[in-house]
């Protein structure tokens, strides 16, 4: 029998061609983050669907790493308050941002490059204050080079602070 892959408690978003793995703990707004995301993105006429919420099953391939649904819960998303909800999603994507929504008083000022290992692969992580949705936009929006802010040299696709 196959072992099944690691199972982690997050959110993912496929936005463009990037898929952004939000943690935390429960109640940290990793759900309302996603979603605003998705709003942004589709408002910007740009490519923004849900993989997964609540749970996302990890497995590398080629030195990517790859989040996917499980089944069960494949297309719906927690909306606060009200329920569970049926979205439009997509099977799987490719993780390249891991956000981890931590209490206000862990998050940094400045983006503090750091890295995480998840299930042998290393990827960039931003640390970002649970329950502060506009925060966390500006702060993914800024490292994807999405409006207003240019990538072109910005962690975590590239040079970053402290970089020569």
């Not at 996917?68 to 999603?89: D, M, V």
């Amino acid at each position: 029998m196959t072992p099944s892959p690691p199972n982690i408690h997050g959110t993912l978003v496929a936005l463009d061609d990037k898929g952004i793995l939000i943690t935390g703990p429960s109640g940290s707004g990793k759900t309302e983050l996603a979603l605003a995301l998705l709003s942004r993105w589709r408002a910007q006429r740009r490519f923004a669907r849900l993989v997964c919420d609540d749970q996302v099953f990890l497995a590398g391939h080629g030195g990517r790493l790859v989040g996917r649904a499980p089944a069960s819960i494949a297309g719906l998303a927690e909306a606060r308050s009200y329920g569970i909800a049926f979205t439009a999603h997509e099977p799987a994507a490719v993780i390249d941002l891991v956000i981890d929504l931590v209490d206000a008083k862990e998050a940094p000022r400045m983006a503090d490059p750091a890295m995480i290992v998840l299930a042998g692969t290393s990827l960039p992580l931003l640390r970002q204050p649970g329950r502060d949705t506009a925060t966390g936009l500006m702060a993914i929006a800024a490292a994807l080079g999405a409006a207003p802010f240019s990538h072109a040299g910005n962690w975590p696709f590239g040079r970053g602070p402290g970089a020569d």
